[in-house]
């Protein structure tokens, strides 16, 4: 299983930017990359085609888009659909991440349409998952982890799950400097991979696990040295080609 590397840009960067960072970090990890990692870079829609294009041909090197609406065209102002993520160059799409569901008020439901949907339509699509702090003080990270799991993967066949990562984010050490500790990475990571299991009985032991929530340069190797730890989710810290490239080759 190859880890997988992803840098979520968020609400950052221009076109230009976004070019300059994508050929900066192919400068600096293009001919150092282990046969057994891939980054993925998930800019704004507005700088997708042109990462796209920094990458093309990049061996390791991949694209990917941070959110759609789950219908295929139509009369719905502002949002994006996966055909069109995919003409852009994106091969990957989040769904679920914790900004979605807490600042822009995504429900379960609507995280388990858009997941088999975006599967469906042939992308890779990475379910973001993970506890509020009030959640974890209360003892209920499991049964939070456990809903959302089976919430998002309802409409998920074992076919479509061959192209689904998942990514475990514990909302209160996202852009907070606070990274969780090991012994509760391994303790959530040993949960997903359970819940995975039983939902998906065939492929649920090979789907990738992500950590995120503050992974930075000097943490990022013992991380993903982690037992069912397949990759990072990196915000903060992926915004600069040279932080960003010491992560993945950590
Ligand atoms: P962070 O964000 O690395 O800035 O904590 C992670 C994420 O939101 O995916």
Known sequence: MKKLMAANWK???TRAEARDTARDLV???ADKLPQDREVLLIPAFTALVDVAQSLAGVPGFLTGAQNFYPETHGAFTGEISPAMLADAGATHVLTGHSERRHVLSESDTMVGRKTAFGLGAGLGVILC???TIKERQASRVAEVLGRQLSAGLADVSEDLAQRLVVAYEPVWAIGTGVTAQTSDILQAHALVRAKLKELL????????ILYGGSVKPDNAGEIIGLDNVEGVLVGGASLAADSFSRIVLA
Do not use: D, N, T, Y
């Not at 009985?201 to 990738?208: D, E, H, I, K, L």
């Open 129 to 131: 998952v993970g506890e």
């Open 201 to 208: 009985p065939v492929g649920g032991a090979s789907v990738r």
């Open 11 to 13: 609400m950052h960067k």
């Open 27 to 29: 400068g600096l990890i």
